[in-house]
């Protein structure tokens, strides 16, 4: 047993961190943003680390906030909800995005409110077909945080981000997938073993061409064509400075296996 509210370990190259409250749907507290942040730190500074994986324990991926800690008692001030976006939500999103590794989501149940949110941060969602996507916030005064009103129009358009904030409905895996939210829906059964594949392959992968890849396609939708043909150029400039892009064109060039090793 432990008490811990997430849970961290590396090995092979993969970093694996699961949210730890099942009970409570992994729902956030203070405690686990503090974990999340020491444990995502550790990541970034793991030289040996090549892929993570972030996932729920139990029934539930994450159901956003902790509601209880939002109770307020008559005559109570309420809690300043900028003051926990600031310290927890937004420092959250900006470190999944830009560690120096691929990020995979196993997205084992329920995604609800920032849950959902953090989920589309990664770059690769793989969700079980009986999980769901649920955007919370409108059924209790909020909007959708956390990147939600970024990730949504990007990913499935005006009409279709609109429809899921101010709805709230459950959106099933599967339709999540159909409408290109996340990459795929598996089957339950199915989903540890599609993403422990998916980790092996990322976590053998050219790692710096990778995060240059999340670089350049994050900067594409607000940059003109002329802006993102220069980041291009400056991004492949790099690479073909880099270990892994000597390596891939000799493992070519010799009809063998690459050998990457994430320089
Ligand atoms: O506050 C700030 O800092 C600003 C940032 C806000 C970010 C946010 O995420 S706001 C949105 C917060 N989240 C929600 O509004 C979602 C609330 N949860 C639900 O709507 C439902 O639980 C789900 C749709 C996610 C799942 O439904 P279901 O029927 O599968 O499970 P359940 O029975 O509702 O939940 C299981 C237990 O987890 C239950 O406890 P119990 O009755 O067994 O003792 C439930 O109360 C608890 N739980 C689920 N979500 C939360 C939670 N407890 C606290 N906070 C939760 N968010």
């Known amino acids: 047993m432990t008490d811990a509210a997430i849970l961290h370990s590396c090995a092979d190259g993969i970093a694996r961190v699961t949210l730890n409250r099942p009970d409570r749907l992994n729902s956030f507290t203070a405690k686990m943003h503090e974990e999340l942040r020491d444990a995502l730190g550790m990541v970034r500074a793991d030289a040996s680390a090549r892929v993570l994986l972030l996932t729920g324990a139990g029934r539930g991926f994450c159901a956003g906030q902790d509601l209880s800690d939002r109770a307020v008692a008559p005559g109570d001030a309420p809690v300043d909800l900028g003051a926990s976006i600031e310290a927890n939500y937004r420092p959250l999103v900006l470190a999944l995005r830009s560690l120096p590794m691929p990020v995979v989501c196993a997205v084992n149940g329920v995604a609800a409110g920032a849950g959902a949110n953090i989920a589309l941060a990664c770059d690769i969602v ?45 959106l099933s895996a599967q339709q999540a997938a159909d409408w290109g939210l996340i990459w795929k829906c598996v089957d339950d059964a199915d989903l540890a073993s599609t ?7 990322l976590a053998q992968a050219p790692t710096r061409g990778l995060v240059a890849t999340r670089r350049a396609l994050h900067a594409a939708s607000g940059a003109t064509l002329e802006a993102q043909l220069d980041l291009e150029r400056d991004l492949q400039r790099e690479l073909g400075f880099s270990a892994d892009y000597r390596e891939g064109v000799g493992a070519f060039l010799a009809k063998r296996p690459p050998q990457f090793t994430g320089r």
């Open 126 to 170: 793989v969700a079980a077909r009986s999980a769901s996507f649920i955007q919370a916030f409108c059924k209790i005064g909020l909007i959708p945080d956390s990147g939600g009103t970024f990730f949504l129009p990007r990913l499935v358009g005006t009409a279709r981000a609109m429809g899921l904030a101010m709805l709230g409905d459950k």
């Open 195 to 201: 993403v422990d594949a998916l980790l092996v392959q």
